[in-house]
């Protein structure tokens, strides 16, 4: 089929799209009243929290909402054309050939039991009716395009043949077969890597601008859609709330939401004692409880009773700027440029003495070479590979690293949940690292606790909160009678300020928020001294997260607790953490003060990680440092450093050293430890990442 | 893949042998023996006369050492007496030195199924024979049962609540809540009964295991395939339905594909991998049927000598019956193991 | 007395009957056709358009299925109704419905409560929001409730192992040719070959189900729950020595290991009962380790909840394997509460012994899945021992799939025991359960249906009903 005539007007235009969803009982709605426009070879971008409408926008475009979703108003027009008055044969046309679209899972949205090539191939000849051969020398192409190693190889494998990252490069490779007007990402690195994920984002900028395609590109990160979209919009619970160019935005903003979401992100700027983060009060509204008036209004500081809880409002257009509009009664009342009322200042705390001693600590695990057929040789992974460090009484230690660096198993065999493979953790100066679980004491348990990372797995479904609590406490000998311990709940939930009434509910009444406090007061339960937090606000709304983030540290400052902060998010552990440990496939990188690993010299690693964590501020500069490739498999490292593979000054060391020997650790300054064979002159020459540009 | 198999089948004659002692012990029992002894002797012995007889026919010996023999791994025991020796490789009692040219080993092994007190006849030649007869049962059962169940399964959970995936699953689920001896009756009633008067068939399969017409072979096959029918159906229609819902599949929806070629291109291999597991592990089951309806409808195949030795206390006969239906289970168990692993390259490539 | 025709005074229902079945069965063919020949509609309508008539061919002839469905079922209600009002008078479905006025009641009083209160009511509450659900629910407490007053010779019309002389293979309806006072004077559903009373028949099979089934499946579970949480959990050597032993049994051909199993050489062996005393002692492992685990850190509540539970339980299990005059019996006739025969228990313990290696392995898998989940290693980490976490953690949570199954499985067994009925294996011959009513009356099939056809329609639906149960419950659940 060929492509519709030439056509100047925008790709996209929507204009007041309403989508609900029905249930047996009621109608759903998913999104209100939302228009927005792609103009040729622009991208915009869809921001939102998770709920908010931004993925049932794209299925709307796509003309796929399933058997319960429906269009109850407006219309999307393509290139001119309503797409709600076409027949499923000209939809089909479109679908894959003018309008392709990219998903958040790469491995779920590739067929697993057809090859590759077959899956590409498939386009351009349903399509384009292209042969066999045309559609292969097509489907090649365009995989050298996405830049992936060995094409006809790749051509011929199934799915499960590729990592994650290579996966999505297929996707799109896949979306981009029919030289589409219009691509639609969906979340598209969500589920990627740091590095990865950089990469990947060049990737599409980079292709989007060589054939021209329009993008509608949708994301909950601030700082993703800064680097690849010309426009934006926001949404909040099913409404666009303000849409506009980037730098207006980002730098003139018109809406209280966005100026809250921004306030929560952690920026470069931020800290946790002089600036702490302003989390948005109150909870994200469920679709049948969204108020009267303006859905931001009981969240809102700006609110006002009587005149923002009063019938529809309108987007209205922010005047001066180029099709920048907002839907807020307010905006211009507001004085947008009045500075932020400061959230109460904080005394930076002073660690006291060690706690946590680890030495040399090494996790090898043996596992079959082949898990299915079994037997075979057994082979070695070095889950984790000599970690030295110290931990302070009310210190934050974030732990730093991508998939399989090691930091899960670290945090195993701290919990006994996995013993030693040789080292030494002391706990107070007793050695703990070969006590498994059930051989600790009492008094050891409930000193080190964890959180979990996902809200929705933490809690067992099928118990009450408050009888969640309770056992943890029972388990710690706490307390002699069941009145105690019930007394001690109460107040655990005071401290991570829940109601109490919260005692009596089932963790399914929760919200992912309020699971993850549930899950703070239970590690706290039996007094911990020492909790490890594995990504505790990585699945959870930027808005909710500041919050959890703050809640945690005043516990924290309150308890002096040692916090042990594993993330793969640069972001909030230059905010939160004291000091920083970077780990790549099993080893510590680099290890020092947060301001001493955030500043040159860098371990190459974190220089490339610092300049992949995309940054929702026009005033910063980034250096471009794109990783080749992927992150090894653990089970298969590379000789000698880890990072040689992929490091970009592996060139600078002479006699091919990094291939063949690991790296000794070397001591920069005081406490600042890099794991590298680069000289001290050249590790001197790095200049910073990031960069804040004057004001 | 080599090594997969030899696994396999290694734990797989682990269990055959495993199965077969279990067998063995129950079917060795005193009280069956007793059973047989006097069967074989005459029904008023006392009890010592019961257990000479056991101890002069080789019974009286402890069961590992019977079952030794039985397998073809230990040698089969002799007895000398006055008149000559005697023994389980030796017909009747012979003078010493024709007994020295006897086999010494006579088990299973070697081919010596044992002689069928029921029958009077050779354990190996009934069972090849009825074997043979319920072979070409089973043949129709699985050519009538699986293409429909498939094709069911797939219509119904292509298009997940539609009207035809509602009709069909009613149906399915009605033959799988339909037993063989109730399903058996009521086509019985309704198709050759003289009082509803249809008479399109035939009430008994008994001239079907010489001459199997549509009149008389239909209904026992229509019997079994129905209550396995429904399974596999409901089986691949669950597959499909979470095949259909699947991310890839709404990426080939969203690529253009047409329906048919989702189905048929995108969803159909990866929604049989389940069912196929499904129906190798139904054999054992379908051996249920196969019972019940050779017993329902008088075809004397494998299920109606399974019932007549099981009646009958003819212990090597039930013995021969319990290893030719352990080894067709296992053999299927393996057909299907390597069927998934073929079936699935996640697997097969990895 | 005159014979009983089959719907007396109110014939005049049955044109309108065929009518309502003709409409239905021609509606849900064109609704097929046309659903299946017709475009599906696309997802989307243009605005405004919300739940209004339907307009298409397609939308019409599936409302004109409901409505005949409606008009059946409507026709059907009359029918019962009808013939509780008239009795013998509305034929025999007049006598039939009046005889099982129990049944309806207790439905009735069942479902009202059931409706009443289901927002209260958890999964079971969720239930009466799927039509599927509440037909199988229906069909199922109506066999139960048969059963139950059944047993307490409520609904039976005579005794079940009576046989009157002249009512051998009568037909349905036919009167007693010498009634004494009293007496019921109609065989409502015919005479078996026999002369006993295929109704009663029916009735009292019914309870021989629904006594064992449900019991036989609940131990089946335990013994697959209690093994099949450690092999998932632990994995290792357990679950391969565990896995070997259920695929064993799973392997091997149920109507062979009943024919092994169920014979009474076997019972004479005492080997049922050693069995029993195996499976029955799962329940016993269970609630020693579920208590222990909950209350490992309190001693003194320990004790208390241990003793409570388990006295009567470990009193309950000598009673169940202990038999005066078999291989196990220590246990004084006084103190021996209850005696089970040996055909029944041998019975009983065959059909746990083939089902629970299904539980095993789903159980199995299920643990495998949750155990990955945080809350679990939430659990580890407080220190909690592997017995708390299979019990407390990963059980609850394995609840849905396995509510499910045990629907599904007692129809199984259900089935199972109409097998061993059928092969006349294990229970008494004259008992009047189902299998062995069908096989007596298959023999004479081709001149008299009557004597076989109710237990098998009866067995027909209780499996259905369970099935649709499962079906229904697996549907709720998954709305969570």
Known sequence: MSKMAEYDGPILEIDKLSISFFTRRHEIPAVMDFSVSVQPGEAVGLVGESGCGKSTVALGVMQDLGKNGRIVGGNIRFKGRDLAEMSADELRDIRGNEIAMIYQEPMASLNPAMKIGRQLMEVPMIHEGLGEKEAYDRALEVVTDVRLPD??????????????????????AMALMSKPALLILDEPTTALDVTVEAAVVELVRDLGKKYGTSMLFISHNLGLILETCDRLCVMYSGEAVERGSISEVFDDMQHPYTQALFRSIPLPGADKNAHPLVAIPGNFPLPHERPQGCNFGPRCDYFEPGRCDQGEIEMSPVAGNDRHATRCLKHLEIDWAAPITLAEQKEKTQPGKVVLQVDNLKKYYEVAANALFGGGAKRVVKANETLSFAARESETLAIVGESGCGKSTFAKVLMGLETATEGEILLDGNNIEQTAIEDRDTRTISDVQMV????????????????QIIRALEVFDFGSSDQDRKQRMLELLDLVKLPRAFANRMPRQLSGGQKQRVGI?????????????????????????????????????????????????????????????????????????????FSPPYHPYTEALLSAVPIADTSVEKQHIVLEGDIPSAMDPPSGCPFQTRCRWKSEVPGGLCETTVPPTREMQAGHQIKCHLSDEMLARMSPVITVAAE | ??????????????????????VFILTNLEPNLEKLAKTQGNFRMSDEAVNSWLNNNGYGQPTVVKYGQWLGALPGWTRT????????????????????????????????????????????SIISVRLGNTGYLMLWVLVIMVPSALIIGVLAGMREGSVTDRSLSTVSILTTATPEYVSGVILIAIFTSSTVGLKWFKGTATSAMENPTFENFFLPVLTIALYGMGYIARMTRASMTEVMTAQYIRTARLKGVSFHNIVLKHALRNALIAPFTVIMLQFPWLLNGVVIVETLFNYKGFGWILVEAAGNNDIELLLAISVVSVVVVLVTQLISDIGYVYLNPRIRIS | MDPLSWTGQIAFLNPVLALGLGLLGLSVLAWIGLSSLLPENRAITPSGAGLSLPTGPRELSGLVVRLAFLLTAAVIAAYLVLGLALGTGAGIIGAIAQRLLPVWIALVLLFALSIRFKQRLGLYGKLFDSPIGMIGFGLVMFWVFTGIFGAFDLIITHDPLAQLSGLKNKVPGTPLPRPEDGDFQWYLLGGDNLARDVFSRMVKGAWEVVKIAPLATLFAFMAGITLGLPAGYFGGRIDTILSFLANLILAFPVILLFYLLVTPEIVQTGLPQYMAAVLFAFPLIFFTVLINARFRTQPQQNRLWLSVVLIPLVWGYFSLINQTGSKINFLPQSLDLFNIPGGILVVFVSVVFVNSPTVFRIVRGLTMDIKTRDYVAAAQTRGERPWYIMLWEVLPNARGPLIVDFCLRIGYTTILLGTLGFFGLGLPPESPDWGSTINEGRKLLAIYLHPALPPAFALLSLVLGLNLLADGLREESMKD
């Open chain 1, 151 to 172: 094409p006809e190889r790749m051509l011929q494998a199934y799915p499960h043949q590729l990592s994650g990252g290579q996966q999505q490069r297929i996707v799109i």
């Open chain 1, 452 to 467: 979990f990372q996902n809200p929705f797995d933490t809690l067992n479904p099928s118990m009450t909160v408050g009888r």
């Open chain 1, 521 to 597: 007061a239970r590690a706290f339960s039996g007094g911990a001294r020492i909790v490890v937090a594995d990504e505790p606000v990585s699945a959870l709304d930027v808005s909710v997260q500041a919050a959890v983030t703050d809640l945690l540290m005043e516990i924290q400052r309150k308890e002096k607790t040692t916090l042990l902060f594993i993330s793969h998010d640069l972001s909030i552990v230059r905010y939160l953490s004291d000091r920083v440990m970077v780990m790549y496939l099993g080893h510590v990188v680099e290890l020092g003060d947060t301001d001493q690993v």
């Open chain 2, 1 to 22: 893949m080599g090594l997969f198999i030899l696994r396999r089948s290694g734990v797989m004659i682990l269990t055959a042998l495993c199965l077969t002692f279990i």
């Open chain 2, 81 to 124: 007496t006055e008149e000559g020796v005697t023994g389980r490789c030796i017909t009747g009692t012979q003078p010493e030195a024709e007994a020295g040219q006897a086999a010494r080993f006579c088990g299973i092994l070697q081919g010596e199924w044992g002689y069928s007190t029921r029958f009077k006849d050779d354990v190996a």
